[in-house]
T-cell receptor, first 113, second 112 residues
Framework: ETGVTQTPRHLVMGMTNKKSLKCEQH?????MYWYKQSAKKPLELMFV???????ENNSVPSRFSPECPNSSHLFLHLHTLQPEDSALYLC????????????FGPGTRLTVL | DAKTTQPPSMDCAEGRAANLPCNHS???????VYWYRQIHSQGPQYIIH???NNETNEMASLIITEDRKSSTLILPHATLRDTAVYYC?????????????FGTGTRLTIIP
């Protein structure tokens, strides 16, 4: 248990569906992150939020839409995804945005049909 | 951030010390060396980090060469649960956001 939870753990969706991934951290951290891990590829940073404001967007397609309503919750809204978007989506949080280590959740395994 | 080079895979006997090398020859003075690991089907887990001096915690030791161009992560008494992919990351302090760039890492297999 890292103090970062993600739901759902597994998700199968069609290309026309709209779904959301949820991340919650119980650590009092003020920075949160979304990463994508495709098969046989390194983890890719997607988004960074610091104090509920987006500070990094790594050229992610608009079919991925993040939302950070407060410092404990982070969402990733998905719509009209492609099969190549199938991957493990990982959420992480850190105490601050300088040197603190990141705590990762268990991830959501997403399959797009 | 400086690039890192790690061997793709290593084996280590259970109970022995596992020494995982990392080259970061282009590291700059304000970049830290971080180590994370990822056990199969789980999120990455922070292990240790350092700037210049050697560091030790309950999980591992980090040895950084004097010129800082390479480092070694040491798991002193490897167990089967240490089987994982180990990532060496060199990261600049970037106030405003903290950006970890993961490479392909070293797949460490602990042999019974």
């Amino acid at each position: 248990e890292t103090g970062v939870t993600q739901t759902p753990r597994h998700l199968v969706m069609g290309m026309t569906n709209k779904k959301s991934l949820k991340c919650e951290q119980h650590l009092g951290h003020n920075a949160m992150y979304w990463y994508k891990q495709s098969a046989k590829k390194p983890l890719e940073l997607m988004f960074v939020y610091s104090l509920e404001e987006r500070v990094e967007n790594n050229s992610v397609p608009s079919r991925f839409s993040p939302e950070c309503p407060n410092s404990s919750h982070l969402f990733l809204h998905l719509h009209t995804l492609q099969p190549e978007d199938s991957a493990l989506y990982l959420c992480a949080s850190s105490q601050d945005n300088s040197l603190g280590e990141q705590f990762f959740g268990p991830g959501t395994r997403l399959t797009v049909l | 951030d400086a690039k890192t080079t790690q061997p793709p895979s290593m084996d280590c006997a259970e109970g022995r010390a596992a020494n995982l090398p990392c080259n970061h020859s282009t590291i700059s003075g304000n970049e830290y060396v971080y180590w994370y690991r990822q056990i199969h089907s789980q999120g990455p887990q922070y292990i240790i980090h350092g700037l210049k001096n050697n560091e030790t915690n309950e999980m591992a030791s980090l040895i950084i060469t004097e010129d800082r161009k390479s480092s070694t992560l040491i798991l002193p008494h490897a167990t089967l649960r240490d089987t994982a992919v180990y990532y060496c990351i060199v990261r600049v302090r970037n106030f405003g956001n903290e950006k970890l760039t993961f490479g392909t890492g070293t797949r460490l297999t602990i042999i019974p």
